[in-house]
């Protein structure tokens, strides 16, 4: 086996110790980390190449004519064996279960495959659990869920860039499958002035939860102000990120997000929802014409060491661009965030602890104006022949055919989730959430009738989780759901988990 083969291996083997399962790891320390790993690996592939070029020139030195046989020189000998603690050291290091699957190695670069199931089994009182559990990832039927199958590729690309994909299974209600690339990007490791670079196709940094994997949400669903604001499967899409790392005392990071606007991953946005009706109003497809037509989402985030037992972190966030309720048409969404953890000096593996986290979000949504007339439809308000559906062929949804026009208006939704999680004991995490959304009372809606998608509700869930290891967990919920015009629903989920290989740490 070559050298450099024997460099890329000891590179592969310290960066897959940082993959600390189910630990929350500050950013900026990570990434610290990964960057020393990395001028380590270089300073030990060039001390392992000039030991072989003094071995070599000791070797080679020729023989004196009528000398007498040559004894061991010992500073070839100590040479030798300082290469052989360089190198045999770190290939008889043993895989462990938590180290990643590896699957190609050349050079520097690597690729590590990692597993992960999600499945639910429980029940509830609501007919109508499509609308009761409107995550993507949520338990979606009586009985046994497959809420996510997840397969991680990710790895070192060079000393430049780390790349991951994440492809995803699911079954849906009605027992179809579906895959999708979640996931694709690679990500800077070494851009000056503190900054890094993500680009790909990724999940939206707004707030706290919308970035994080279904596997390490603490409770069963996602909470109901993301599904309201950004549908079933979250923000995201193809573009890029630029963050930078301010130079301030504390750990404080700035960063822009760029990402296409339309698809079912951009609700609120430019997602055409199949040519129905969203918010009152159909929806038209959208192409992209002007920079407006993207996603813009910048973010700052902060946190502070309290004390040594107690860590403060708190964001804002926001995300602006057009939307497929009109021509001229477009959506904010403002978020903040704040997140607390206190874990004592003397903890046992990590426990205990107590981690309280709140998000609160607000979205200003323009739709324009239409005539409710049922031979055409034009999305400025005035009649014309564009050959769209008229809000008098959907009278199930729109209710009186009578009413021939609705003014332009701005709805307004908002709302908040916060939770709290106590590690009381090592595998053993107590948790409660409560949700919370509502919205302004909106024009049309007092036409044709409360808007499902908008009314108001609130969910309280407790949960308990069990980790057998680091590698499992099993999780019982319960929600009770309250929604003004249908009522109080009870709803009881089981959850488990297993992990194959192993995922990178998780951002605190």
Not at 99 to 118: E, F, K, T, W
Not at 336 to 355: E, I, Q, R, S
Not at 497 to 503: A, D, R, T, V
């Amino acid at each position: 086996m070559n050298f450099s083969k024997l460099v890329g291996l000891s590179s592969a083997l310290a960066v897959s110790a940082m993959s600390l399962v189910a630990q929350e790891v500050n950013p900026v320390e990570l990434r610290k980390q990964l960057e020393e790993l990395l001028r380590v690996q270089k300073q030990q592939a060039e001390q392992i190449e000039s030991l072989k070029k003094q071995i070599e020139v000791l070797k080679g030195q020729p023989a004196i004519p009528g000398a007498k046989a040559a004894t061991p020189d010992p500073k070839l000998e100590e040479l030798e064996r300082r290469v052989s603690e360089l190198t045999d050291e770190r290939i008889s290091k043993p895989w462990r279960p938590g180290d990643p699957i590896g699957l190609v190695r050349a050079g520097q670069s690597y690729l590590n495959l990692s597993l992960d199931g999600l499945f639910a089994v429980g029940g509830s009182t609501a007919n109508d659990l499509g609308a009761l559990q409107p995550g993507g990832h949520d338990p979606n039927q009586r009985g046994f869920s497959v809420q996510n199958i997840e397969a991680v590729f990710e790895g070192i690309v060079d000393p430049y860039f780390r790349g991951q994909a994440n492809l995803i299974y699911g079954l849906s209600a009605a027992g179809e499958s579906t895959f999708e690339l979640e996931e694709a990007y690679l990500e800077s490791l070494s851009l000056p002035g503190n900054l890094q670079l993500k680009a790909g196709q990724f999940f939206t940094e707004f707030g706290r939860h919308n970035p994080v994997h279904p596997h390490a949400w603490s409770f069963a669903d996602q909470p109901l102000i993301n599904g309201r604001m950004f549908g079933a499967d979250g923000l995201r899409n193809p573009g890029a990120r630029l963050s930078w790392l301010l130079p301030t005392p504390f750990y404080s990071e700035l960063s822009f997000t760029v990402q296409n606007g339309q698809g079912e991953t951009a609700e609120s946005f430019r997602s055409d929802h199949g040519g129905g009706v969203f918010l009152g109003r159909p929806q038209t497809a959208r192409g992209a014409s002007a920079l407006r037509d993207f996603i813009f989402t910048p973010r700052w985030q902060a946190s502070w060491e309290l004390t040594d037992a107690q860590t403060l972190l708190v964001g804002g966030s926001a995300a602006f661009g057009a939307n497929a309720a009109g021509s001229d048409t477009e959506t904010q969404i403002h978020g903040a965030d704040l997140t607390w953890k206190w874990k004592p000096a003397n903890h046992t593996k990590g426990f205990p602890f107590v981690t309280w986290q709140t998000e609160a979000m607000l979205r200003k949504y323009q739709v324009a104006a239409y005539n409710n007339a049922a031979d055409d439809f034009n999305a400025s308000g005035a009649v014309g022949d564009v050959g769209l559906v008229g809000f008098a062929d959907e009278p199930d949804v729109f209710g009186d055919a009578s009413i021939r026009f609705v003014p332009r208006e701005t709805l307004t939704d908002y709302g908040f989730y916060t939770q709290v999680s106590y590690g009381f004991r090592p595998g053993w995490v107590a948790g409660a959430r409560w949700d919370y959304v509502t919205s302004d009372r909106a024009q049309y809606e007092n036409l044709f009738g409360i808007d499902a998608q908008r009314d108001t509700r609130w969910r309280l869930s407790p949960n308990l989780t069990w980790h057998p290891s680091e590698f499992s967990k099993v999780r019982l919920q319960y929600n009770y759901d309250q929604r003004r015009h249908i009522g109080v629903d009870h709803s009881l989920w089981l959850q488990f988990e297993f992990l194959l290989g192993s995922h990178g740490a998780h951002k605190f």
